[in-house]
């Protein structure tokens, strides 16, 4: 009897395993965005002798240039999986970041990884806009002379502000 109860809980227990297992088959591939810089391809630059033709020819284009100096290459990579909500959450990210000098050859490179992300807070303000806030009832009785022909006679148009 007791042999038989065991067998019934590891019975359950394996189809309970089997069932979980499954649903890692429901679960959305991971997706890459960006340039995603392979390690060894990144060895292979060498500060002071790589050019810029080289470091293209190794890593493709680099995903943006310096804003202020265009002798910074990014190369910028985002792994997401969709989680609840159809959101992305973000399972990796990385910046590689080539400094040339100004005949093109590579001075150093720098990896920046989602720990040096700075976070930017929200701000809750609202900005003020000139004129007045009307209540309720201003405008629910401020339309009550503009119904009729007389209103509509000096609008722009396309029936928007009026014409002076």
């Not at 002071?48 to 100096?69: H, I, Q």
């Not at 005949?103 to 976070?119: E, F, M, P, T, Y």
Request: proline residues 8%.
């Amino acid at each position: 009897m007791r042999s038989l109860l065991s067998r019934h809980r590891l019975a359950a227990v394996f189809a309970c395993a089997l069932a979980l297992g499954g649903c890692s088959l429901l679960v959305p591939p991971a997706v890459v965005r960006g340039n995603r810089v392979d390690p060894s391809e990144l060895s292979q630059l060498v500060p002071g002798t790589t050019t810029e033709a080289t470091a293209r020819g190794l890593l493709g284009s680099p995903t943006a240039r310096g804003t202020f100096d265009p002798n910074q290459w990014y190369y910028i990579t985002e792994t997401t999986r969709q989680v609840i909500g159809g959101t992305q959450g973000v399972l990796n990210q990385g910046v590689v970041v080539l400094h040339f000098d100004q005949a093109g050859v590579l001075q150093h490179v720098d990896r920046i990884s989602r720990k040096a992300a700075l976070s930017a807070p929200i701000v809750g303000h609202t900005t003020p806009s000139p004129g007045g806030s009307a209540g309720f009832f201003q405008q629910l009785i401020g339309n009550i002379g503009r119904v009729g022909p007389s209103a509509t006679q000096n609008q722009g148009p396309g029936g928007g502000a009026p014409i002076p």
